[in-house]
């Protein structure tokens, strides 16, 4: 069943779509980069360490990191409401979590970092280009990390696991349905982010975590030429 | 010193007991990995990466310029462009000064070039007892990015010797990026300041002062 399963897009279970990824798009940032699975396209903008505002909501322990998704009206076929929705606000919180395990901003304290996601154009794992761009960001503008993070969903249609989901499959409509498994991991191979929207059994699950794995070597060497081509631009 | 390699947070570089942890890096199993974006470097065993980007991080020591955001009844409030705020006590300048009238020696929105001689939880100390500390009048300030600060100034000073030399204005370089300028006639002031823009674009290039020379000879020709 696995060799003969044809994707909408003719892709292979296991083939990324085509990434783009790019550092300093955002020139008045202090760190920014572009990342995009094909026509799914994010912007990262990192601005700080700065001084926390509102003062009460300072941590005089450790230093916080804040971050922000948002979807343009645009970048879906039928306009979405611009602004915050209950949905991008649970992303806004689920990205700060991917992030802070690899983020070392424990010296900054009473400060911030904001890292400002912007969704351009959508064509679903939108918080996975979002979290890879925030990754590049971040290391561009100057912040301690422990590694980089790379992020992809995987996605179980009917019974069969396939790498980096398209709108189409979201919505599979054959068997089972539609299983979205976006996963974050570090540079050591840990999972610092891992969502589950659908049904899938244990055993499958760890064959999804490990298809993330082989993609985010993928994400990864893309996020590093990125990173390294503005370093010699300098 | 070895070859200067582009490094990014999380890459490996170097292995084994022999080397040593400096700056922008961490050890883990003995394994010196990268926490920053930037260049590492090799001196005597010492690994360390020297950033590309991102904001000023204050360091005691620092030579800095700043704007005077508020003035107190026991000093004046700078900003230094960094996270956390800085201030500058009465006590720290070397010279009588009217308790009354803090407003006289400096008022807000004026420039400064002071040291940085120590940095605590409640943020940044100033001080102006050191030669060349002080207000600065006249001329003008142009900002950089901070991690370009050091090409600007060269191998000890001998980029900013140059420019002085070439331009005939005097330059103050505050690590934090701010540059204060001052010549006689504004042209020469330009001057300056295309020269400075011109090394923070150009950063990355081997022998910068050398290069730096033949610019001047080029810009001077025409």
């Known amino acids: 069943m696995t060799k003969d399963f044809k994707r909408p897009d003719g892709r292979k279970i296991n083939e990324l779509r085509k990434i783009t990824a790019k550092v300093g798009v955002v020139p008045n940032a202090d760190g920014s980069a572009m990342f995009a699975f094909g026509d799914t396209v994010a912007i990262a903008a990192v601005y700080g360490p700065k001084k926390m505002h509102p003062q009460h909501s300072q941590n005089p322990e450790k230093g916080t990191l804040r971050c922000s998704y948002n979807m343009l009206s645009f970048s879906v076929t039928e306009r979405i409401r611009p602004g915050p929705s209950r949905r991008s606000m649970e992303i806004s919180k689920v990205t700060e979590w991917a992030l802070e395990p690899v983020v070392m901003i424990d010296d900054f304290k009473a400060n911030v970092v904001d890292v400002h996601i912007n969704i351009l154009q959508a064509n679903a794992s939108t918080r996975c280009a979002g979290i890879n761009a925030a990754a590049m960001a971040l290391a561009h503008a100057g912040i301690p990390m422990k590694s980089l993070v790379t992020s992809v969903s995987i996605g179980k249609l009917d019974k069969q696991l396939v790498t980096d989901l398209i709108k189409e499959e979201e919505d599979w409509e054959e068997g089972e349905g539609p299983t979205d498994i976006p996963i974050t991991l570090t540079g050591d191979g840990k999972i610092s982010h891992i969502q589950l ?8 699950l760890e064959e999804a975590v490990e298809l993330a794995r082989e993609a985010g ?3 990864h060497a893309a996020q590093e030429k990125a990173l390294k081509e503005v370093g010699e631009k300098k | 010193m070895t070859d200067r390699k582009i490094v990014i947070p999380g890459e490996v570089i170097a292995k084994g007991d022999d080397y040593l942890p400096g700056e922008g890096t961490e050890k883990r199993n003995g ?3 990268s926490i920053k974006f930037g260049l590492a470097e090799e001196t005597n065993k010492l690994v360390k990466v020297i950033p590309l980007s991102g904001v000023y991080q204050p ?3 620092n030579v800095v310029i700043g704007k005077v955001e508020n003035v107190t009844f026991n000093g004046w ?3 230094l462009k960094t996270a ?8 720290e300048i070397p010279r009588y000064v009217d308790k009354e ?3 006289s020696v400096m008022d807000i929105g004026d420039m400064l070039v002071a040291k940085i001689y120590s940095i605590n939880k409640r943020g940044i100390d100033l001080t102006f007892k050191l030669k060349g500390l002080g207000k600065l009048e006249g001329g003008m300030i142009i900002h950089i990015n901070p991690n370009k600060v050091p090409r600007v100034i060269g191998k000890e000073g001998s980029m900013v010797s140059l420019i002085k030399d070439e331009t005939g204005c005097q330059i103050t370089v505050g690590q934090n990026g701010f540059i204060w300028i001052k010549g006689n006639k504004i042209e020469d002031e330009l001057f300056a300041k295309k020269a400075i823009l011109y090394i923070a674009e150009h950063s990355l290039i081997h022998g910068l002062t050398d290069e730096m020379k033949n610019w001047f000879d080029k810009e001077k020709g025409k």
């Open chain 1, 197 to 204: 929207d659908g049904k899938i059994g244990r055993k499958q």
């Open chain 1, 217 to 219: 070597k993928q994400i």
């Open chain 2, 31 to 33: 394994e010196i990995f």
């Open chain 2, 59 to 61: 360091r005691r020591g």
């Open chain 2, 77 to 79: 409030v700078v900003d």
């Open chain 2, 84 to 91: 956390d705020s800085a201030f500058l006590s009465i006590m």
């Open chain 2, 101 to 103: 009238d803090l407003g």
